[in-house]
């Protein structure tokens, strides 16, 4: 009868990986090992006396029936009361980072003029804007409103207001209305087929006569001029690209300013909106 190795003198019935013969299947189970951990226990309790362990044990159900009262529903409601009006510690004071209107007019100039804005009747200081989908009740068109997220708000700020924006971002209310709005789902210029109705030569002809006819000044700021920008859309009215009625020389920073940034751009993404409301 072979024993079991680890001391208990029992008859050993297993046989570990470390080739050592045990009397039970886990090492733990062993009654010598039992007693041996046991032991070791009881040496660490050891360490503290009786007095000791009594002023932790208070110590430990005074910080949990604390806790309790902390966590109640009675305690958080007493708390907010105490905590109102003059009482609460950010009384008169304005939250740093909250966006207002007045803000957003002072700081993006150019967003405040493309995009109108109000404050929720119902919730004070709120900003509400329309929904870009025209058959969404929250549209300009149905004379709606809706409260953007703060990522959606500064999203369309950035796309508006920095020089490598691309003026998209527009403000949707749900998932569904980006889904369904034409100008979300454009994925080229639908006016890139057509033709122009002039050569190169007559082009240049005709810039030349209107540069020369506002004497080389921007029509802005009446620094010399290089280009001339076209009242009426070329890729919509295809007739009137040259007609210097509707003409002017202005400088290639004005151009962009004022010409091409002010809902009179011939891009894609204005043309395409010109569809998305033709629709209606």
Not at 31 to 59: D, N, V
Not at 98 to 106: C, M, Q
Not at 129 to 142: F, G
Not at 161 to 187: A, R, T, V
């Amino acid at each position: 009868m072979r024993i079991c190795d680890y001391g208990c003198g029992r008859e050993a019935k297993h046989q570990f990986k470390n080739g050592k013969w045990c009397c039970s299947k886990n090492i733990a189970s062993c009654p010598f090992i039992k007693e041996k951990m046991k032991s070791k226990r009881k040496g660490f309790q050891g360490k503290h006396t009786i007095e000791t362990r009594k002023r932790i044990s208070e110590s430990v159900k005074k910080a949990l029936k604390k806790s309790h009262i902390f966590n109640s529903n009675k305690f958080k409601q007493n708390r907010s009361k105490v905590n109102k009006g003059k009482n609460n510690p950010m009384f008169g004071r304005k939250h740093p980072n909250r966006l207002t209107i007045s803000k957003i007019k002072k700081r993006y100039s150019f967003f405040s003029q493309i995009e109108k804005m109000r404050y929720n009747p119902d919730k004070l200081k709120e900003i509400q804007v329309h929904c870009k989908n025209h058959n969404c009740p929250n549209s300009k068109e149905k004379g709606g409103w809706f409260t953007p997220t703060r990522i959606q708000l500064s999203e369309r700020i950035r796309q508006l207001e920095d020089k490598d924006g691309n003026g998209g971002s527009y403000f949707y209310c749900s998932q569904e209305c980006k889904n369904i709005c034409p100008l979300f789902n454009l994925k080229s210029d639908p006016f890139k087929e057509i033709k122009n109705l002039y050569s190169h030569e007559e082009h240049q002809q005709f810039t030349e006569f209107v540069l020369e006819r506002d004497n080389y000044e921007c029509q802005y700021c009446d620094e010399p001029s290089t280009i001339v920008h076209h009242e009426r859309p070329q890729k919509l009215e295809p007739f009137f690209s040259l007609d210097p009625d509707f003409a002017w020389s202005c400088c290639e920073k004005c151009h962009y300013k004022y010409g091409h940034k002010t809902g009179t751009e011939c891009s894609t993404g204005y043309l395409s909106n010109k569809i998305c409301l033709g629709e209606r």
